[in-house]
Nanobody
Framework: QVQLVESGGGLVQPGGSLRLSCATS????????VGWFRQAPGNLREGVSC????????YYAPSLKGRFTISRDNVKNTVYLQMNSLKPEEPATYYC????????????????????WGRGTVVTVSS
């Protein structure tokens, strides 16, 4: 059974940093891409970052301008999102998801169709 569990959210001041974790089980990070997404109240969900070990690729939303870094620990089956210089407009629920499922095979280019999701972790940016 595929599972993804996010953690690491919380309250941070503008300009601060957080590291989110996505603990995975039921599939191999070597074989399937994992992405981070976020959704603020009233907004559409957007893709933030993605990593595919199989394809050797990473993706970042252009708006991040190098502030976020995605990484993985294959021993712990965990994908991380290091977020620096957080902005007041960036509070949201952050989700991780994997391409594992019927739509698998396109890696990070298929983020819009990722089929297995975690429940999210809330990030609040406020002074």
């Amino acid at each position: 059974q595929v599972q993804l569990v996010e953690s690491g959210g919380g309250l941070v001041q503008p300009g601060g940093s957080l590291r989110l974790s996505c603990a995975t089980s039921g599939f191999s990070l070597d074989d399937y891409a994992v992405g981070w997404f976020r959704q603020a109240p009233g907004n559409l969900r957007e893709g933030v970052s993605c990593i595919s070990i199989r394809d050797g690729t990473t993706y970042y939303a252009p708006s991040l301008k190098g502030r976020f870094t995605i990484s993985r620990d294959n021993v712990k089956n965990t994908v991380y999102l290091q977020m620096n210089s957080l902005k007041p407009e960036e509070p949201a629920t952050y989700y991780c998801a994997t391409e594992y499922g019927p739509a698998a095979g396109y890696g990070c280019s298929g983020m819009a169709d990722f089929g297995s999701w975690g429940r999210g972790t809330v990030v609040t940016v406020s002074s």
